[in-house]
């Protein structure tokens, strides 16, 4: 069996922790898994940290304050890397990289604090330490636990992108070059212990995949090797039919199509990397997300599912502070030109829409985004008048929460619709916008925030969800 296991945050956190990876991994070899490529997270909130470092640096300017926070980040990974790796002599390996790769480090935020200034590269450049020092770690552990573990950068694994910073994109091509490198590693006996969420462009600059990229890193390894499977190694159960915190019941959802498990994840289910489903779709190779804490859990597969287990909707989320915009175009002007331009002045200044809906005998249009977004949004078409009246009116409203339901077997099941939304009528909730994918795997809909937890308990009640 070839596989890929990728080990995320909580998973990772710490020297115990990453003790704990590598036993498991151990226990997976002598269970005859033969090819293993893993890939790892930061290690503690490293990522966060080094986020809201790095611009808290070139603000600052204080170079004194710059060498603190190294020392203190040195410190947690070697603590980490003393408690994770046994062997001395790994051990000593291991903290000299990590006094190697803090030192680049070091200099690079030694010139953001002198230059007073952190460019989308120079980002990229800083946060990639969290999974570039983490890689060693794992491997060190691995090593010291008896295994022929070697560890890569993403760049260096192959994983070659465009300049896009901070979400950057795979390059054709890359999935070769992916496979010459890790190839002959597994063919060796060796496991590759990959840095997450990192890539590189064909210039040799770090680039990042986004937010909880390793998952990314993960699937594009996975796609390129033609892994048997995908693991993705979380500290939760799986994915769930909604948010533990907000609804009681909520249940581990054992098998998940690929495009329900998209659709959950670009609506504000935040268990997967949003592009991560569709290398593993393109290649039909299985991914389960899998709880370190129950390893012998199945968790939940994403992948072909057997039919006696289809449910109409699978799952319910909500995406908390959000805020609907309403826009009535001026009469002259048709409802598509509006629109149009409505979109591209909001692309312009980077607001992400989450949701849209437009009325068919009114001219409007609604549509939702991220209150932090709301201020530049509101900017963005107010700026619209400025060559001819084209808004006639609009209004804005915080004090909403945009709701999805999300299963495939939705499409081409009568009443559906029917349901989520009698469901609410019966709660007394009303409805304030509705929006339905053509995919039909999505039915999403804006209710006022305080009525979104009722909302969302009553339709996990109304479809048996999670059950
Ligand atoms: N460390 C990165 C992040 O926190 C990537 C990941 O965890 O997958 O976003
Ligand atoms: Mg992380």
Redesign the pocket.
């Known amino acids: 069996m070839r596989l890929v296991m990728k080990f ?2 909580g998973a990772v956190a710490d020297g115990g922790k990453i003790k704990a990876v590598a036993d498991l991994i151990r226990r997976c070899k002598e269970e005859g898994k033969k090819e293993m490529v893993v890939v790892t ?2 290690i503690f909130k490293v ?1 966060d940290i080094l986020h809201e470092n790095a611009a808290r640096i070139s603000k600052e300017g204080e170079v004194e304050k710059v060498k603190e926070f190294v020392e203190d980040l040195k410190n947690k990974h070697e603590i980490a890397a003393s408690e994770a790796i046994a062997n001395k002599h790994v051990l000593s390996m291991v903290k000299k990289e990590i006094k190697e790769r803090i030192g680049e480090m070091e200099k690079a935020l030694i010139g953001i604090c002198l230059l007073g200034e952190l460019t989308a590269r120079s980002l990229d450049y800083i946060v990639s330490f ?2 570039r020092l983490a890689a060693p770690i794992l491997a060190g552990a691995l090593q010291s636990a008896g295994m022929d573990a070697v560890h890569l950068t993403g760049g260096g694994a192959g994983i070659i992108t465009n300049e896009d910073y901070g979400n950057a994109q795979l390059t054709r091509g890359a999935e070769a070059t992916i496979r010459a490198r890790i190839m002959p590693l597994l063919d060796g006996g060796k496991i590759p212990v990959v840095s ?2 990192t890539g590189e462009t064909k210039k040799g600059i770090i680039t990042t995949l986004g ?5 990314y890193t993960a699937t594009i390894i996975g796609a390129a090797i033609d892994a048997d499977e995908i693991w993705l190694w979380k500290e939760t159960e799986g994915i769930m039919s909604a948010d533990p915190k907000i609804i009681r019941n909520a249940r581990k959802i054992p098998y998940i199509s690929y495009a329900e498990a998209m659709e959950l994840s670009y609506f504000g289910a935040s268990v997967l990397h949003p592009r991560a489903i569709e290398p593993a779709m393109r290649k039909r190779i299985p991914i389960r997300v899998k709880n370190l804490l129950k390893p012998e859990d199945k968790g939940t597969l994403i992948g072909e599912e057997p039919e006696k287990t289809k449910k109409a909707a699978k799952a319910i989320t909500l995406i908390e502070n959000t805020s609907i915009i309403n826009i009535a175009g001026a009469g002259v002007r048709s409802i598509s030109d509006v629109a149009a331009r409505i979109f591209s002045v909001l692309a312009a200044k980077g607001v992400d829409i989450i949701m849209i809906s437009q009325g068919s005998s009114e001219r409007t249009i609604s549509i939702v985004i991220d209150s932090a977004q709301l201020d530049r949004a509101v900017g963005a078409i107010q700026s619209m008048n400025a060559g001819g009246t084209v808004i006639r009116d609009f209004t804005s409203n915080s004090n909403v929460c945009a709701m999805g339901v999300v299963g495939a077997e939705m499409a081409g099941t009568p009443g559906v619709a029917g349901k989520v939304f009698s469901a609410l009528g019966k709660e007394g909730i009303s409805v304030i916008m509705i929006s339905q994918g053509s995919s039909e795997f999505n039915i999403s809909f804006v209710v006022k925030k305080e009525d979104a937890y009722k909302a969302a308990q009553a339709i996990h009640d109304v479809f048996e969800m999670g059950v």
């Open positions: 995320g945050g997270s930061a990522t969290g999974e997450g969420y937010r909880g990229g390793s998952d």
